[in-house]
């Protein structure tokens, strides 16, 4: 496992020396290089010694179990390599540099820095995460060439859906249209009027779901229709299933759209869009079309995890705000860079509450035929379907209860602990104001533990700590 440890780790070293690429449009922040450089190519170095020392075995692949360990301990050792460059020149403390590692790399977005001082090779430092957070560990390292995982480590990563049989294929196919919305995305933010640094910034934040931003008031500094076009749009493709996007890419119109997700989707951006614009028009909004305007930025942003936003929220009804938590709650899809709860759930959840009905009402020596299409196949639903829920559900509420709770200790209003608590927990990214850089830090460590925990699905963080503790007990008593 520390084999496999050590090609993350350097994977992460390399991507720490990709600011000072971008140094030479910027020379006048080369004395930021020993910044990236000194961590990156310490990081790099040490993964690679580690490959040496702990080379994985060409025949031995790991399991979900192993491979939650690998995750979680990469995940964590590169948050903090990240944070170094934050601390070395923004003067963030570590608390306050790891909460923004983390918020990069899980793709929320809440941040702690003042982009309007920040130098330009920080900002797109801060994107690069993004990016790189939203392919995942197990993309980044197979489509990398990197050595045996084994089914357990993608199903770790939340990678279990695969767009073909092989393994190392799928993940470089995954690589390329993620690499294609990267390309597209900046194109199209150009053609709507942003400068090319914006564009690369805002394209890496939107494929990826994170929504940092080079400006305070995120997407709504350009005030323009044409820029929120193109940024819903990046979310929504962001937020779709990679085995999703696939079918829709090879022309398999019939399972794209009857695609379970997709189904969900299709009913949760307009119902929520005009839910939220009947509260905000008159009541924010004098007009109809800006009330809808920002009502399907905003729910578009809070559903698919984003976090672009057009407008603080201060001024929004309380009805409204609810709308947006209900949304992260959700979430996007599973397989995807979007965080939450995941729409499979729900739309399992709705289509439960519907056989149940169906199944009192016919007479019992009928049989309901309980099935789902998702990606190209139609799957019957299983118990563990339902206990996956359930679990997750679970392990949700209680981080949430938790959470919030610090915050309250700390002075915040219940309303603003709950928004930003299910916005760490589901890296969404959207902010009612509670995330500052004068935040205390037991509420920006919580919201730290919330990002990790949500990012990679609670269970498998889980999994991982009884692996480490079984693992440590089972050596002891061997020692004796």
């Given at each position: 496992?520390?084999?496999?440890?050590?090609?993350?780790?350097?994977?992460?070293?390399?991507?720490?020396?990709?600011?000072?690429?971008?140094?030479?449009?910027?020379?006048?922040?080369?004395?930021?290089?020993?910044?990236?450089?000194?961590?990156?190519?310490?990081?790099?170095?040490?993964?690679?010694?580690?490959?040496?020392?702990?080379?994985?075995?060409?025949?031995?692949?790991?399991?979900?179990?192993?491979?939650?360990?690998?995750?979680?301990?990469?995940?964590?050792?590169?948050?903090?390599?990240?944070?170094?460059?934050?601390?070395?020149?923004?003067?963030?403390?570590?608390?306050?540099?790891?909460?923004?590692?983390?918020?990069?790399?899980?793709?929320?977005?809440?941040?702690?820095?003042?982009?309007?001082?920040?130098?330009?090779?920080?900002?797109?430092?801060?994107?690069?995460?993004?990016?790189?957070?939203?392919?995942?560990?197990?993309?980044?390292?197979?489509?990398?060439?990197?050595?045996?995982?084994?089914?357990?480590?993608?199903?770790?990563?939340?990678?279990?859906?695969?767009?073909?049989?092989?393994?190392?294929?799928?993940?470089?196919?995954?690589?390329?249209?993620?690499?294609?919305?990267?390309?597209?995305?900046?194109?199209?933010?150009?053609?709507?009027?942003?400068?090319?640094?914006?564009?690369?910034?805002?394209?890496?934040?939107?494929?990826?779901?994170?929504?940092?931003?080079?400006?305070?008031?995120?997407?709504?500094?350009?005030?323009?229709?044409?820029?929120?076009?193109?940024?819903?749009?990046?979310?929504?493709?962001?937020?779709?299933?990679?085995?999703?996007?696939?079918?829709?890419?090879?022309?398999?119109?019939?399972?794209?759209?009857?695609?379970a997700e997709m189904q969900a989707t299709f009913v949760l951006?307009?119902?929520?869009?005009?839910?939220?614009?009947?509260?905000?028009?008159?009541?924010?909004?004098?007009?109809?079309?800006?009330?809808?305007?920002?009502?399907?930025?905003?729910?578009?942003?809070?559903?698919?995890?984003?976090?672009?936003?057009?407008?603080?929220?201060?001024?929004?009804?309380?009805?409204?705000?609810?709308?947006?938590?209900?949304?992260?709650?959700?979430?996007?899809?599973?397989?995807?860079?979007?965080?939450?709860l995941k729409q499979l759930r729900l739309h399992l959840f709705?289509?439960?509450?519907?056989?149940?009905?169906?199944?009192?009402?016919?007479?019992?020596?009928?049989?309901?035929?309980?099935?789902?299409?998702?990606?190209?196949?139609?799957?019957?639903?299983?118990?563990?379907?339902?206990?996956?829920?359930?679990?997750?559900?679970?392990?949700?509420?209680?981080?949430?209860?938790?959470?919030?709770?610090?915050?309250?200790?700390?002075?915040?209003?219940?309303?603003?602990?709950?928004?930003?608590?299910?916005?760490?927990?589901?890296?969404?990214?959207?902010?009612?104001?509670?995330?500052?850089?004068?935040?205390?830090?037991?509420?920006?460590?919580?919201?730290?533990?919330?990002?990790?925990?949500?990012?990679?699905?609670?269970?498998?963080?889980?999994?991982?700590?009884?692996?480490?503790?079984?693992?440590?007990?089972?050596?002891?008593?061997?020692?004796?």
């Amino acid at each position: 496992m520390l084999g496999h440890f050590g090609l993350l780790f350097m994977l992460g070293g390399f991507a720490t020396l990709t600011p000072l690429i971008a140094l030479a449009a910027w020379p006048g922040e080369i004395r930021h290089a020993p910044a990236f450089a000194v961590p990156g190519a310490t990081a790099a170095m040490a993964g690679w010694l580690m490959t040496r020392v702990f080379r994985p075995r060409p025949s031995h692949s790991l399991t979900m179990a192993e491979g939650g360990v690998v995750l979680v301990l990469a995940w964590g050792g590169i948050s903090i390599l990240s944070a170094i460059p934050l601390m070395a020149t923004l003067g963030l403390n570590f608390t306050q540099a790891v909460f923004e590692s983390v918020s990069g790399w899980t793709t929320t977005g809440l941040s702690v820095v003042d982009v309007t001082t920040a130098p330009k090779s920080v900002l797109l430092w801060r994107s690069i995460m993004q990016f790189l957070g939203g392919a995942g560990m197990a993309v980044a390292l197979l489509s990398a060439g990197g050595g045996p995982l084994g089914q357990g480590f993608i199903l770790a990563e939340g990678r279990g859906d695969q767009l073909v049989p092989n393994v190392r294929r799928s993940a470089r196919l995954v690589a390329w249209i993620y690499g294609g919305y990267a390309v597209a995305g900046t194109i199209a933010y150009r053609l709507a009027g942003m400068d090319f640094f914006d564009s690369v910034n805002h394209t890496f934040a939107a494929i990826s779901t994170g929504g940092f931003s080079t400006r305070p008031a995120s997407i709504g500094a350009w005030d323009s229709p044409a820029v929120e076009a193109v940024s819903i749009a990046l979310m929504l493709v962001g937020s779709f299933n990679f085995q999703t996007v696939h079918l829709a890419l090879t022309r398999r119109w019939r399972a794209f759209l009857g695609n379970a997700e997709m189904q969900a989707t299709f009913v949760l951006v307009p119902v929520s869009a005009l839910v939220a614009m009947v509260f905000l028009w008159r009541t924010v909004y004098p007009t109809l079309g800006e009330s809808f305007r920002h009502g399907v930025f905003e729910t578009v942003s809070a559903l698919t995890t984003t976090g672009f936003s057009l407008t603080a929220y201060s001024a929004w009804p309380a009805t409204a705000v609810f709308v947006l938590i209900v949304l992260m709650l959700i979430g996007g899809h599973s397989g995807s860079t979007a965080g939450g709860l995941k729409q499979l759930r729900l739309h399992l959840f709705a289509r439960t509450v519907g056989w149940e009905v169906k199944r009192i009402l016919r007479p019992r020596s009928a049989i309901v035929v309980r099935e789902f299409r998702m990606g190209a196949d139609v799957q019957s639903a299983q118990p563990s379907h339902f206990t996956d829920l359930a679990a997750i559900g679970a392990l949700y509420a209680a981080c949430l209860a938790v959470s919030v709770t610090v915050c309250l200790c700390h002075g915040i209003d219940l309303q603003s602990a709950v928004f930003e608590m299910v916005s760490c927990l589901s890296t969404v990214g959207l902010s009612i104001g509670a995330t500052t850089a004068d935040t205390p830090a037991p509420v920006l460590w919580s919201g730290t533990a919330g990002m990790f925990l949500g990012r990679l699905e609670f269970l498998i963080v889980a999994v991982a700590i009884v692996k480490v503790v079984t693992d440590f007990a089972a050596l002891r008593s061997g020692s004796r």
